[in-house]
């Protein structure tokens, strides 16, 4: 059974938190991935800077683009996650863009990924037809779980399609939006309902949008838990401790 | 070989649609049905019927007397610098527009570079009543100010990108953010044969009127309805793909595409795409783009705003990889000499970008009797900051330009 499937099978209420690979600085990533399991973090998705990421809202293409200028690179995002993996079995996904893989050779960024303890993988760019084409079975092969989004728009035929193809959770993105944007969580309910009522495959975890206590709560309430992205990446920079701030943050969610 | 896109928007390798699945369902209603609506009889009537009345088509091909004596061979050009609005793009944004009203879209969005295709996305807008945004890098903003004046005079709001190089690619990522945040009421109306299919093959039949009006210009003009060479610059592409079009399967016609060169292929400061260049994705389209090792887009470098990208059309990345285009440069300095040239021997003043095509004319072998075809994709009002500070320059320097 994968980390994930696992992790699913035994927890509610799960909290998955984002963020961009070396940023602040380039050895953030560890710390941070430490931090956030000793606060109680269930699931970890690291993003890997990209020059253009259309799926992103400003605050991730900032920490995108400072993670670019601190340097950072696949490889040594590799060897973080290495890093990461040798003291934790928290489910680790990796975020980026279909460019990012091609550029690495796609063979080699599965197989490198699956490698350094990477459990799952999400690529907005990529679309599933695509996906389903040239990269499932090694994909699957190597081990990993590809997660796939759905959205407000997505029609009832696609959204089995999507469900099928995914493994490990499927991906529901709250409102319309590039990532960041914080949109009344009660207009998106009827949306979770009907998402719900569904009955998919994949457990669901719904992100885009989700900042606080209160709109996390609401997610759980339809979904198995909830992926927290630009409010974190806000908050490491909040006050002059990366620590304090990563702590008080996830506290704050949890509590 | 084939040249038209197959079922899901391929050139050969090259096209697609790479996307957010935030953008699908438009961009899937777009790829179902947007041969049905644009080839209707309707849409083709309303279409013509803007392009004669509205745009002034067809635009003339010209016999460049003076200019084919100095280069001993047969030039005409093709003035898409006669629209209205000063360049090939109103083609496009005509076509767009009544898809987009047929759509039912109340609000229009655009990228712009050189301001070209953001002045002729205002323009429609302002004819058919429709709210219009239009993202500009900030860059591009400064160096074509007289551009945004007519874009803020035709009621739209012209909003800056500010993030990398500010200059179109941005521009063009803003555009598909504020598409992804606004995917019920707003059109994101493209400016290039860039971005997901079906843009690319929507856009190339919309200028494809460029080279339909040549066929029959030649056959007039010279007995023959194809040239022996083509010659357009190359940005994005719309204005080679539509100068192409026609021609795409006669291989009698050699197509020349020009690059922007800027400061040189190797200086660093280029939009070389064919020559520095690899395959990637970029704006939704698998192409050949400017990148980095680790798959990072580089920044791009032109004086000419609309060439300033760091990649092209999957069209062309098709044309180039097949070797059924020829892919050529001009840098910054080769360009602002050909605009000269050009002004001083047939009294027209061409957009920066155009004068990269015409640049290229001391580059290649030409018969007496060969019959090329320049598109002059725009004029060169928008330009003027930059030719008179080259003027200067020049004039400094007590040099001759331009005979």
């Known amino acids: 059974m994968s980390r994930i499937e696992s992790l699913f099978r035994k927890k509610k209420n799960i909290l998955n938190i984002y963020f961009t ?67 934790t079995q928290l489910p680790i996904i990796l975020m980026g863009y279909v460019n990012q893989l091609m550029r690495y050779g796609e063979d080699a960024f599965f197989d490198k990924a699956a490698a350094c303890g990477v459990d799952g993988l999400i690529i907005p760019d990529l679309p599933v037809e695509i996906y389903l084409e040239k990269y499932q079975q090694k994909v699957e092969k190597a081990g990993l779980d590809m997660i796939f989004l ?21 991906y529901v993105v709250s409102s319309a939006s590039t990532t960041g944007k914080t949109a009344a969580m009660q207009h998106q309910e009827a949306y979770f309902e009907r998402i719900r009522q569904m009955k998919l495959k994949n457990p669901l975890l719904i992100g885009f949008g989700i900042s606080d206590k209160k709109s996390f709560d609401t997610a759980c309430q339809y979904a198995s838990g909830a992926i927290i992205g630009s409010a974190f990446i806000k908050a490491l920079e909040k006050g002059p401790e990366i620590r304090k701030n990563i702590q008080q943050f996830v506290k704050a969610i949890r509590d | 070989m084939n040249y038209q896109p197959d079922k899901r ?35 083709q009537q309303e279409f013509k019927s803007l392009l004669r009345d509205y745009a002034g088509r067809p635009t003339p091909l010209y016999f460049a007397t003076r200019l084919s004596e100095k280069y001993h061979t047969q030039i005409f050009l093709k003035r898409e610098d006669l629209n209205h609005t000063g360049a090939h793009k109103i083609n496009n944004t005509i076509g767009q527009i009544l898809l987009a ?58 909003r800056p990108a500010r993030s990398g190089s500010r200059t179109l690619k941005d521009a063009t990522n803003e555009a598909i953010r504020d598409w992804i945040n606004h995917p019920e009421d707003t059109y994101y109306l493209i400016g290039s044969v860039v971005g997901p299919h079906p843009y690319p093959d929507m856009v190339a039949r919309f200028q494809s009127v460029i080279s339909e009006e040549m066929k029959i210009q030649l056959k007039e003009k010279t007995g023959r309805d194809e040239p022996d060479k083509i ?44 020559k520095i260049g690899s395959e990637g994705v970029i704006h939704g389209s698998k192409t050949l783009l400017m990148q ?11 004086l000419s705003a609309g060439l300033d990208y760091p990649g092209i059309g999957p069209l062309h990345a098709h044309l180039f990889k097949s070797g059924r285009g020829r892919f050529l440069g001009a840098t910054d300095e080769e ?30 072998k030409l018969k007496s009797n060969e019959v090329v075809v320049i598109n002059i994709s725009g004029r060169g009002d928008k330009d003027l900051q930059a030719y008179t500070k080259y003027l200067e320059e020049v004039e400094k320097k007590h040099l001759n330009i331009g005979r």
């Open chain 2, 335 to 364: 360009a602002l000499q050909a605009a000269f040239e050009i002004t001083r021997l047939e009294g027209i003043i061409p957009a920066l970008e155009s004068a990269h095509a015409l640049a290229v004319l001391p580059k290649i």
């Open chain 2, 101 to 158: 009203q047929r759509m039912g879209k109340k609000r229009i969005i655009a990228e712009t570079g050189a301001g070209q295709h953001g002045v002729a996305t205002a323009t429609v807008s302002a004819l058919m009543g429709l709210q219009c945004v239009v993202y500009m890098g900030e860059v591009d903003m400064e160096r074509q100010a007289p551009n945004v004046a007519r874009m803020k005079m035709l009621g739209a709001e012209v």
């Open chain 2, 9 to 43: 928007g391929f050139y050969g390798k090259f096209g697609g649609a790479f996307i957010p699945e935030l953008l699908y369902p438009n961009v899937e209603f777009l790829r179902k049905n947007y041969l049905k609506i644009i080839t209707s009889a309707s849409f």
């Open chain 2, 231 to 274: 010659i357009a610059c190359v940005g994005g592409g719309s204005n080679a793909a539509g100068a192409f079009y026609h021609y795409l399967e006669n291989k009698k016609v050699e197509l020349i595409a020009v690059e922007a060169y800027g400061k040189g292929v190797d200086s660093g400061q280029t939009a070389a795409t064919t």
């Open chain 2, 292 to 302: 980095n090792e680790e798959g990072q887009i580089t920044e791009p470098y032109s």
């Open chain 1, 21 to 87: 690979a070396g940023f602040p600085k380039p050895d953030d990533t560890v710390l941070i991935a430490n931090e956030l399991e000793k606060a109680g973090v269930d699931m970890i998705e690291i993003g890997m800077p990209f020059s253009d990421p259309l799926a992103d809202g400003p605050v991730i293409q900032h920490s995108s683009s400072i993670a670019l200028q601190n340097g950072m690179g696949l490889d040594l995002i590799f060897s973080q996650i290495k890093t990461i993996r040798k003291t």
């Open chain 1, 150 to 170: 759905i959205t407000p728009q997505t029609d009832e035929a696609r959204i089995k399609l999507l469900d099928e193809s995914s493994r490990g959770f499927l």
